[in-house]
């Protein structure tokens, strides 16, 4: 079973419009750690957000928010105003104490911001 | 500044010919990971490693080798076996498990990639 679901594959907004991103994790594992990373078209992986399972205190930074929720097993990420910059494939993954060092990466969104 | 180098940035190999990826580090982290990418796909695990000299296979390790003789290096070679090598190949490392609650830990840290085609 797919430990990490990403069920958007693509997304195409307009500038400056709002863009959700989901991600529904599965894990039995009461400590865990969920992460957000971009990746822009020259292809390496930006680390974006790290979130442990014991803290559900949602974040902003910028233009950027995440929504974690333990109930619904998710952990969604929004764009506010989103730039053309922001056009990349994004990719959530989830890291449990059980299989340790090994990270579950869902098979991400590519988000195109048309100006 | 420290940090995660793959090289070559691209690489062409004929048909029946073993290429080596090379991935080196310089964070001090204990493990490391070799993933690919197909176009529009997301990451597979192809092998990773959780300390020197040893190495365990990920989901599609066939067609693949790799060793871990030094903490910082963890080269991957692409056999002849592998039968559709063509990919975008990352390269990724990251503390101990135990260590990721700690204040500023970012999780894995990845490489710019090497974009393998067959010709």
């Known amino acids: 079973a797919q430990k990490v679901t990403q069920a958007q594959t693509e997304i195409s907004v307009v500038e400056k419009e709002d863009v959700t991103l989901d991600c529904v994790y599965e894990?039995?594992?009461?400590?865990?750690?969920l992460f957000w990373y971009k990746q822009p078209p020259s292809g390496e992986l930006v680390f974006l957000i790290r979130?442990?399972?014991?803290?559900?205190q949602n974040e902003i930074s910028g233009r950027y928010s995440w929504n974690f929720q333990k109930s619904t097993s998710s952990f969604n990420f929004t764009i506010t105003a989103s730039q053309v910059v922001d056009s990349a494939v994004y990719f959530c993954?989830?890291?449990?104490?059980?299989?340790?060092?090994?990270?579950?990466f869902g098979t991400g969104t590519s988000l195109t911001v048309i100006p | 500044d420290g940090g995660i180098t793959q090289s070559p940035k691209y690489l062409f190999r004929k048909e029946g010919q073993n290429v080596t990826l090379s991935c080196e580090q310089n964070?001090?982290?204990?493990?490391m990971y070799w993933y690919r990418q197909d176009p529009g796909q997301g990451l597979r695990l192809i092998y990773y490693?959780?300390?020197?000299?040893?190495?365990q296979k990920g989901d599609i390790a066939e067609g693949y080798s790799v060793s871990r003789e030094k903490k910082e290096s963890f080269p991957l070679t692409v056999t002849s076996a592998q039968k559709n090598p063509t990919a975008f190949y990352l390269c990724a490392s990251s503390i101990n498990y135990l260590e990721i609650p700690k204040q500023g830990v970012r999780g894995y840290t990845f490489g710019s990639g090497t974009r393998l085609t067959v010709v």
């Open positions: 894990t039995r594992d009461t400590t865990y750690y």
């Open positions: 979130r442990n399972s014991f803290d559900e």
């Open positions: 964070l001090n982290h204990d493990a």
């Open positions: 993954a989830l890291s449990e104490a059980e299989t340790g060092n090994q990270f579950y």
């Open positions: 490693s959780q300390i020197v000299n040893d190495f």
